[in-house]
């Protein structure tokens, strides 16, 4: 049976990695000497490294069925000041008593239910191959809970490991008097799978119609489009006319639904952070707006009138036409339970949808759902007894360079 401090401190190690997830320094229950020589246990502690500034977070999780109170609330923000911290997140796991949340308003304190909670670090985790149905993708019905299914791969492992031991060979080889030779030896080769984001969408297009002799009109069509995204990087993918996998200039940030309501609403016009204001943010989140979007490249600025900061929405993205996704090139079937699949933390599936409708325009994601693409990761020993490993395209036989390890590696027989 699981205790509460067990369930808190489960709660506060999903924290810790939510923040880790979105380019946050974060640690887990550190202590901190504030201003005022006072010590304090602090849950989560999170730094996000932006152009000008570094935002520290300081968050406190509260895992336990009570709503929480106003008292907690000022708490954290004592914490927050004495630290000097730029903000605060409360979490818990349950609610909040409507004292808290009207004193919310006036600081500089960000309260998380557990409704958000749940979505947030729904988000987190990509499903694995035991998740289905909705339980496994909190953030929205679109984001479809079937079975993942995988690329089927055209080389066995029998011809993998063949193909890699060709190319050590050749390596100890080297070249023309045995240069660039390298001594390593192959010491195990195992099938992994890379995760992919596959994506349907309804995107619209305007074309001119000619009506009578002069009259001309503008008809919006609606048209179907499928869209591959890494589910790693973001990074969108389009398979070529020779079957390779290859990325396109356009990388998808994960949106919150507050920055993704304001890419919509101030499109690509310049803007600056008084009409920010003018929408009714408070200066706080409208500073917080604007440097979140800047730390994921969306937002360019320059001094305009006055000496003023003006700011222009970037990354927009053409209409996904003319790509062609995983789905459409290759022949899939059911990732099955024991398979391994690609180490590393995906990308929120919500705040990819919401990131693609905010910047392609006219575009609406009817669904999302994950599929696998085969490779094999192997692994090379020096003679130093060092090693490293690299990765085989389970359909092109390709090799390539890993910045780190991918799964586990069987021993070679």
């Known amino acids: 049976m699981t205790t509460s401090l067990e369930r808190g401190t489960d709660f506060e190690v999903q924290l810790h ?45 509260k895992a336990h069925g009570q709503p929480v109170d106003k008292d907690a609330l000022l708490k954290l923000q004592q914490i927050v000041d004495d630290l000097g911290a730029d903000r605060g997140v409360l979490a818990t796991t349950s609610a909040f008593t409507t004292g808290a949340l009207k004193m919310a308003e006036s600081r500089n304190v960000d309260l998380w239910d557990r409704d958000r909670v749940s979505r947030l670090l729904g988000e987190l985790a990509l499903a694995g191959p035991s998740a289905t149905g909705d339980e496994a993708h909190p953030a929205g019905g679109r984001l479809a809970g079937q079975a993942p299914q995988t690329i089927v791969p055209r080389l066995s492992l029998d011809e993998a490991r063949w193909s890699v031991e060709a190319a050590v060979e050749r390596r100890r080889r080297g070249g023309l008097f045995r240069v660039g030779r390298v001594d390593e030896e192959l010491v195990g080769i195992a099938l992994v799978h890379e995760p992919y984001y596959e994506i349907t969408l309804d995107v619209a297009t305007f074309s001119e119609e000619r009506r009578g002799l002069r009259a001309r009109e503008v008809v919006r069509t609606i048209a179907a489009a499928r ?32 920055e993704a309501e304001a890419v919509k609403a101030l499109g690509g016009a310049p803007f600056t952070r008084d009409d920010l204001l003018g929408r009714g943010y408070r200066p706080a989140k409208a500073q917080q707006l604007l440097a979140t979007l800047q730390a994921k ?9 006055g000496r003023k900061a003006a700011y222009r929405i970037t990354g927009f993205l053409p209409l996904p036409i003319g790509l062609q996704a995983l789905t459409d ?8 339970r024991e398979s391994t699949t690609v180490d590393g933390t995906a990308r929120s599936q919500a705040g990819i949808v919401r990131a693609l409708e905010a910047l392609v325009p006219d575009t609406a994601v009817r669904t999302l759902t994950v599929v696998y693409y085969p490779c094999y990761a192997y692994e090379l020993q020096r003679p130093d007894g060092s090693r490293r490993q690299e990765l085989l395209d389970g359909l092109t036989g390709e090799l390539r360079q890993l910045e780190g390890p991918r799964g586990a590696v069987e021993p070679v027989s």
């Open 227 to 258: 869209l591959s995204v890494d589910a790693h990087t973001g990074a969108v993918v389009s398979v070529d006319a020779a079957g390779r996998l290859q990325p396109t200039p356009h990388t998808l940030p994960e949106l919150t639904p507050e």
């Open 17 to 61: 990695a939510l923040f880790a997830a979105h380019g946050y320094r974060a640690s887990h229950n550190v202590r901190m000497t504030g201003r005022s020589g006072a010590e304090h246990q602090i849950d989560v502690y999170a730094e996000l490294e932006l152009p000008l500034q570094v935002v520290r977070v300081i968050v406190e999780a």
């Open 329 to 336: 090139a290759f022949e899939l079937e059911p990732l099955q």
């Open 297 to 305: 490249g969306l937002l360019a600025s320059e001094l305009g009138e």
